[in-house]
Nanobody, 114 residues
Framework: QVQLVESGGGLVQPGGSLRLSCAAS????????MGWYRQAPGKERELVAG???????NYKDSVKGRFTISRDNAKNTVYLQMNSLKPEDSAVYYC????????WGQGTQVTVSS
């Protein structure tokens, strides 16, 4: 059974940074394209960053240059480094494959506020 466990969220001031982690189990992690998604209150969940099995990355336009996705296949973990955070980045952040195939984890809350 696949399990996705996100961590690293918190409250940060505008312009601050956070590093999110997602530990995956029950899947052949290295074979999968992984993504970070987010869902703000009243909005649909959206994909913000993806990373292929070979390390190729892509980003939602609004986070390009500020967010960096990476992965450690030996640890079955995908990361999201978020810099220059803005209030509009506030959301619950989730990881999953692209497209999403597995049950969503609990997510990790990111709140950007002064």
């Amino acid at each position: 059974q696949v399990q996705l466990v996100e961590s690293g969220g918190g409250l940060v001031q505008p312009g601050g940074s956070l590093r999110l982690s997602c530990a995956a189990s029950g899947m052949i992690f290295s074979f999968n394209v992984m993504g970070w998604y987010r869902q703000a209150p009243g909005k649909e969940r959206e994909l913000v960053a993806g990373i292929g099995s070979g390390g190729a990355t892509n980003y939602k336009d609004s986070v390009k240059g500020r967010f960096t996705i990476s992965r450690d296949n030996a640890k079955n973990t995908v990361y999201l480094q978020m810099n220059s955070l803005k209030p509009e980045d506030s959301a619950v952040y989730y990881c999953n494959t692209i497209p999403s195939r597995f049950k969503w984890g609990q997510g990790t809350q990111v709140t950007v506020s002064s």
